[in-house]
C-alpha cells in the first residue's frame, strides 16, 4: 500500500507546484491550527486542495494505479471503468476532506476565478516541480486545476 501511495505521490507532484502560489499569493486565510498573527495557509493544505483536481487529470498516465488507490480508500470500483478511475480516487479524496473538515476549496482561503491567471503566472516557473508530472502541463491545464480546485465538494 506504501509503495502505490509512494507512486501516486509521484502522479500529484506537480501538485506542489500548484501549491506554492496558494501559499505565497494567499491575503487572508489563517489556519486556526497556527496562532499567527498573519495571513497562512500551511503546505500540506495547499497540496491537498488541489489533489483531486489533479488525480482527474493524471488518471489517464496510469488508470490502474488510481483505481487501486480509489479501492483501498474505501471507493467500490467493482463496476468501475478504468476510464472513471480519476473520478473515483477524486471521489474518495473529497470524502476524506469532508470528513477532516478540510476547507472546501481554494475559494475558502479568499481566491475567485479572477484569480485564476495569477495563480498560473506564479506557478508555471515552478517547472522543476511541474515536470515531474506523468502527463505534459500547459497552462491551461494548470488553469483547468485551480478552476475545478475553487469548490472541492
Known amino acids: 500500500m506504501f509503495l502505490l501511495f509512494s507512486v501516486l505521490y509521484w502522479c500529484c507532484l506537480h501538485s506542489h507546484g500548484l501549491s506554492y502560489p496558494l501559499s505565497s499569493l494567499n491575503q487572508t486565510y489563517q489556519a486556526e491550527q497556527y496562532p499567527t498573527d498573519h495571513p497562512l495557509l ?3 493544505l495547499s497540496v491537498v486542495i488541489t489533489a483531486p483536481a489533479v488525480f482527474k487529470f493524471t488518471a489517464s498516465c496510469c488508470p490502474e494505479r488510481h483505481m487501486e488507490a480509489a479501492k483501498i480508500l474505501g471507493a467500490d470500483v467493482s463496476n468501475g471503468k478504468l476510464s472513471d478511475a480519476g473520478d473515483l480516487l477524486a471521489e474518495e479524496l473529497r470524502k476524506f476532506m469532508r470528513d477532516l473538515d478540510v476547507p472546501n476549496g481554494i475559494q475558502e482561503f479568499g481566491f475567485t476565478s479572477s484569480d485564476t ?13 511541474l515536470s515531474l508530472a506523468p502527463r505534459p502541463l500547459v497552462e491551461e491545464h ?7 480546485s475553487m469548490t472541492v465538494y
Open 42 to 44: 500551511p503546505h500540506g
Open 117 to 129: 491567471q495569477r495563480l498560473v503566472e506564479a506557478a508555471m516557473p515552478n517547472k522543476r516541480v
Open 142 to 148: 494548470l488553469a483547468s486545476i485551480y478552476e475545478s
